[in-house]
C-alpha cells in the first residue's frame, strides 16, 4: 500500500487493465478483491480516499437487518445473516458478535420479537451466531443498566455483528494490494474513454499532481454509489441494451444521522435495539469503542455531497428517541460527535411522513446492476454486510461484458489482511474495545513501531485511546495522505470525540509532514482544514 508505487504501475501500463473500478468505497472494494483473486488484472480510482463516503459512516453493524425481516424481504435477509457469518470468519479481527437487547413495553410485545428472532437464527442456519433467548424484566435491566424501565415488561437477548466500517474498508484494500491489484487515492476520473462506441478506459486526474492520464480497461464498473450518476453522465446517458433511458434505475439518496455519545449512557456490553419510532423505523444504541453510538435516521436528500451535514431536526430525533428509552435525556452538550452518511438506494418514493418530509425507509437495501449500451457496468444500492455478494455479482457480469475468461468468485472464505486461521471468535459478551484489534497480525509491527520511537508510544490526546504510532502506521502502510484521512478513518477520533480529534490535529500533521517530505505550509493547511471539517461534526 504505497500510493507513489500505484501511481507508477497505472501511468507506465499501456496494456488494457482486465477491470477498472471507478469508487473505492464498500462496493468498489468488495469488486477489485473478487476480480483480483479470480486471476484478473485490476486497477481500482478512488477520487478521494478509501471509504470516504458512505462507508465510513454505518452504523457499524454486520447484521441481516431485523426491519427488514419484518417487512418480508425474506431473501435479502437470509442472504446477509449468510454473509454476515462468512465476514466474522473472514475479518475476525474487525468483526465479532455483540449482544443486542429489545425491550418491550406491550403486553405480548416479549413473545412477538422473539418469534421473530428465531426466524432470524433460523435463516442464518450454520453461519448463525448465538441463539436468541427470553428475558424477565429485571434480566433486562440487568443487561440496559440505563434504560428506562417504566412499563417494561421484559425483552429478547440475540446476536448480531458489529464491526468497525472504515478500518474494514482498508483491510479490504490491503488484500487487494496483497493479491497484486493496483488501487489509487485521490484520483478521480474526469472522463471515459470510448472504442467502437464501447468503454474502454478512463482519464484519470491525479489530484495531487493535477497530472492525467489514460487507464485502459476492458471493462469498466462503475462503483461510486451516491454519485454513480455523475459517472454514468460522462457515459453520454447510455440506456440498457434491453430497455430505454427512462427504464435506467434512478438513484436515491437517504441521508442517515448518528449521534455519539458517552459511554455513561449505555455502560453495559449490550446493545439495544429500540423497534418503535415515529417514523417505523427501529434504532440501536450501541457499546463501540468505549462510546455510545445512537442512530440512525432515514430522510430523502436532493443535495447529494461528499460531506453532508446532520440536519438539527435530525440530531433533535435522535435526541427525543434516546430520552424516551433512558433513563437520562441526552441533550446537545452532550453529543461528543455527530455524522451523516448517504446511502444509494435503487427506486423512488412517494410515501411522505407526518413532517411532510419524503420517506426513504420503505425502498429496498438490496443491490440492482445496470449495463449501458456501450458496456459501462454500474451497481447501485446494497449495504455493507452484503459487500463480498455484491462483488461477486458485478464481476460475475463483467466476465461478460469484457469477454474475460471465465473464473468463479474465490472470496467466500478467503481471509482478510490481518486475520488468522482458526482464530477464537469474540462472543457476545466481549466488548472488544482495543484500539489495536483491528489490526489483526499487523498488531505486532505498529507495536515494534512504537518501541523503536518513544514518541510514538505517546497519546494523541488524553481522550482517544490512539497512540502517535498509529498515525506513523497508516501513512507508511494505509495510504494515509491527509490529517482528515487519519483522524477520521484510519483512527476514529473524529467520530468519537470531534473536539477531541480538533486538539490531536497538531501532533498528527507534524508527524505526517515529516513522513511525507512536506513543507511547514502543508502542515499549517492540514491543520487548517481539518479544524473546518471538525465544525461538521459538533451538534
Known sequence: MNRQRMLTALQSENKPWDVVIIGGGATGLGTALDAVTRGYRVALLEAHDFAKGTSSRSTKLI??????LRQGQIKMVRQSLHE????????????????FVIPSFQRGGRLYYYAGMKAYDLLAG??????????????????????????????????????DDARLAI???QTTADQGGVLLNYAPVVRLLTRDARVAGVVVRDAESQNEFEVKGRVVVNATGVFGESIMALDGGGVNE??????????????GTHMVLPREFLPGNAAMLIPHTDDSRVLFAIPWQGRTLFGTTDQRVDTIAIEPRPLASEINYLLEHAGRFLNKQPDR????????????????????????ARATSVLSREHEIYTSSSGLITIIGGKWTTYRKMGEDVVDLAQRVGQLRPEPSRTASLLLHGAVDNPTLAHWDSAHDDPLASYGTDRVGLLELAEREASYAELLSPQLPYIAAQVAWAVEHEMARTVEDVLARRLRALLLDAQA???AAETT???????LNQDHAWRTQQITAFGELVKNYLP
Open 63 to 68: 447484521h441481516g437487518g431485523v426491519r427488514y
Open 84 to 99: 454476515r457469518g462468512r465476514l466474522r470468519h473472514n475479518a475476525p479481527h474487525i468483526v465479532h458478535s455483540r449482544k
Open 126 to 163: 450454520q453461519l448463525g451466531f448465538e441463539s436468541s433467548r427470553l428475558l424477565s424484566s429485571s434480566q433486562t435491566s440487568t443487561a440496559l443498566p440505563t434504560l428506562n424501565t417504566h412499563g417494561l415488561r421484559g425483552g429478547v437477548a440475540y446476536a448480531d455483528g458489529q464491526f
Open 171 to 173: 483491510a479490504l484494500a
Open 242 to 255: 434491453n430497455s430505454s433511458a427512462n427504464d435506467r434505475p434512478q438513484i436515491v439518496a437517504s441521508q
Open 333 to 356: 452538550s452532550d453529543i461528543l460527535s455527530v455524522f451523516a452518511g448517504l446511502r444509494p438506494l435503487v427506486g423512488q418514493s412517494r410515501r411522505v411522513t407526518r413532517s411532510g
Open 501 to 503: 480529534s480538533r486538539a
Open 509 to 515: 500533521a507534524s508527524i505526517m509532514q515529516n513522513l
